[in-house]
């Protein structure tokens, strides 16, 4: 989502496009001034325009973390391994293992697992594949 104010543009579509946004709302500048713009992608955010004028763009958004947000696991001392959605386009990891799992594996987190930048999974009370 970006939004842009005092754009002194009557039309906003080519900019839309140059910077690869495929949705707008705009309020077209009168004059020398004014002008407003509110750009998304469609398929991250879902938009509806409730009021638009020179002076604003009133709109709702909803489901717009689902599709585009993600974990930034940094440390990865709050995150839980098994439990937290931290791989982008994944599952929780728990969802797609099969049986039952220790309490200490359920409690790992992602820092305890990777450090400096290799994978230790011999804490795990299971064979992990490679």
């Known amino acids: 989502v970006l939004v842009l104010l005092e754009?002194?543009?009557?039309?906003?579509?080519?900019?839309?496009?140059?910077?690869?946004?495929?949705?707008?709302?705009?309020?077209?500048?009168?004059g020398p001034s004014g002008g407003i713009v509110f750009m998304w992608k469609e398929d991250l955010v879902a938009v509806e325009e409730v009021?638009?004028?020179p002076q604003g763009i009133h709109a709702m958004g909803w489901e717009t973390c689902s599709k585009a947000s993600r974990w930034v696991v940094n440390r990865g001392n709050r995150?839980?391994?098994?439990?937290?959605?931290w791989i982008p386009n994944q599952p929780a990891l728990r969802q797609l293992i099969q049986g039952p799992q220790t309490q200490n594996d359920l409690?790992?987190?992602?820092?305890?697992?990777?450090?400096?930048g290799t994978w230790d999974t011999s804490i795990l009370s299971?064979?992990?594949?490679?």
Do not use: C, R
């Open 7 to 30: 754009t002194k543009m009557a039309d906003h579509q080519t900019l839309a496009k140059t910077l690869d946004f495929d949705m707008i709302i705009q309020s077209p500048a009168v």
């Open 51 to 53: 009021a638009t004028t």
């Open 79 to 85: 995150v839980n391994f098994f439990n937290d959605t």
């Open 107 to 116: 409690n790992i987190k992602v820092e305890s697992i990777h450090n400096m």
């Open 126 to 130: 299971f064979d992990s594949p490679p």
